[in-house]
C-alpha cells in the first residue's frame, strides 16, 4: 500500500487556496485600475486649492494598487525578496501619504534604509546555483510550480508539490533509501538528494542531462 504523504497534501491544499485568493486579488487590482483613471477626471475638475488633496488620494491609490501586485508575487513565488519588496512599499506609501513630521520622515527613511541593507546582505538571492544554467540547487521546500516556472523542467506535479516531496515519492516507487548522493531520473532530468538528515530532505540537485551532454 503506498504511503499518503499528509505533509505534502496539505502544501497541496494550501497552494490551490493561494492560486485562488490570488486570482481574486487580480480581480480586485483591474478594477482599482478603472478608479485611477477616473481620478484623472476629478483632478483636472478641481480647483487649485483642492487639487493638492486629490492628487495625494491620486497617489495613495497608486500605491496601494502597487502594494496589490507586490502582495500577489509575494503568493507566486514566496520568496524573502518579495515579501522584503512589498513592505518596502508599504512603508513608502506611508511615508509619501500620512507622513506629517519629520520624526515620520527620519524613520519611514531608516526602515526603508534597513530594507535595502538586508536585501543586500543578508537575503539570499537565489534558491539554487545559477553556474550552469542546466541545472539547480534547491531547497526542498522549493514548490514544484516555481522551478517549473523559472527552468522550464518538465517535472510531474502528481508526485509531490515540493522539490523534497517529489524526491521522497521517487525513493519510495523506486525501493531507495533517503540519503546523501541518491539520484533518480524523470525522462532527460537527474533528480539528487544532496543533503539529507534523519530521513529528511534539505537539498536537491536537478539537472537537465541531455543539454548538459550537448555542451
Known amino acids: ?10 502544501a497541496d491544499v494550501a497552494l490551490k487556496l493561494e492560486i485562488i485568493v490570488t486570482v481574486l486579488l487580480a480581480i480586485g487590482i483591474m478594477i482599482g485600475l478603472i478608479d485611477i483613471v477616473k481620478y484623472f477626471y476629478y483632478i483636472f475638475q478641481t480647483g487649485f486649492l483642492d487639487s493638492y488633496t486629490v492628487f495625494k488620494q491620486f497617489l495613495g ?8 501586485v507586490e502582495l500577489m ?3 507566486i513565488y514566496h520568496s524573502t525578496n518579495a515579501i522584503l519588496e512589498l513592505v518596502l512599499f508599504v512603508i513608502a506609501r506611508k511615508m509619501l501619504i500620512y507622513a506629517e513630521t519629520m520624526l515620520d520622515l527620519v524613520l ?3 526602515a526603508i534604509a534597513i530594507i535595502f541593507l538586508t536585501i ?12 550552469n544554467k542546466n541545472k539547480g540547487i534547491y531547497s ?8 517549473t516556472r523559472a527552468t522550464g523542467f518538465n517535472l510531474p506535479l502528481d508526485k509531490g508539490n515540493t522539490l523534497g516531496g517529489l524526491a521522497f515519492t521517487l525513493a519510495e516507487e523506486n525501493n531507495r533509501p533517503i ?3 541518491v539520484e533518480f531520473f524523470i525522462e532527460n532530468i537527474k533528480v539528487k538528494i544532496l543533503k539529507a538528515s534523519d530521513g529528511v530532505i534539505e537539498k536537491v540537485l536537478i ?7 550537448e555542451e
Open 73 to 75: 508575487l509575494m503568493l
Open 61 to 68: 491609490h497608486v500605491l496601494l494598487i502597487i502594494v496589490g
Open 179 to 181: 540519503e546523501e548522493g
Open 120 to 131: 543586500k546582505y543578508l537575503a539570499p538571492k537565489k534558491s539554487f546555483d545559477t553556474r
Open 1 to 10: 500500500m503506498k504511503k499518503v504523504n499528509i505533509g505534502d497534501r496539505l
Open 140 to 147: 526542498a521546500s522549493t514548490l514544484i510550480n516555481n522551478i
Open 108 to 110: 519611514g527613511a531608516s
Open 207 to 213: 539537472e537537465d542531462i541531455d543539454e548538459i551532454e
